[in-house]
Nanobody, 128 residues
């Protein structure tokens, strides 16, 4: 059974940092792409970052590029999202998600359609 469990959310001031963690089970990193999504109240869900470990490729949305960093620790079955220079508009529930990779390549444009497996989310609040 595929499971994803997020942690690390909280309240932080503008300009601060947080590191989100996503512990995964039920699959191996090489077979899946792991993404971070967020959804703020009244707004559409946004795919902010994704990692394809087997391809050594990462993706960032324009809204977080240069501020957020995605990484993985295969030994710990964990994907991280380091978030720096946080802004009030980063306030949202952040979700970790996973999708199987077919043919050895994950198309980051597919993030717009979501992923098949989801965690329950962790709340990030950035105060001004």
């Amino acid at each position: 059974e595929v499971q994803l469990v997020e942690s690390g959310g909280g309240l932080v001031q503008t300009g601060g940092s947080l590191r989100l963690s996503c512990v995964v089970s039920g699959f191996t990193f090489d077979d899946y792409a792991i993404g971070w999504f967020r959804q703020a109240p009244g707004k559409d869900r946004e795919g902010v970052s994704c990692i394809s470990v087997s391809e050594n490729r990462t993706y960032y949305s324009d809204s977080v590029k240069g501020r957020f960093t995605i990484s993985s620790d295969n030994a710990k079955n964990t994907v991280y999202l380091q978030m720096n220079s946080l802004k009030p508009e980063d306030t949202a529930v952040y979700y970790c998600a996973a999708d199987r990779i077919y043919g050895g390549h994950y198309y980051f444009v597919d993030l717009a359609y979501g992923m098949n497996y989801w965690g329950k989310g962790t709340l990030v609040t950035v105060s001004s």
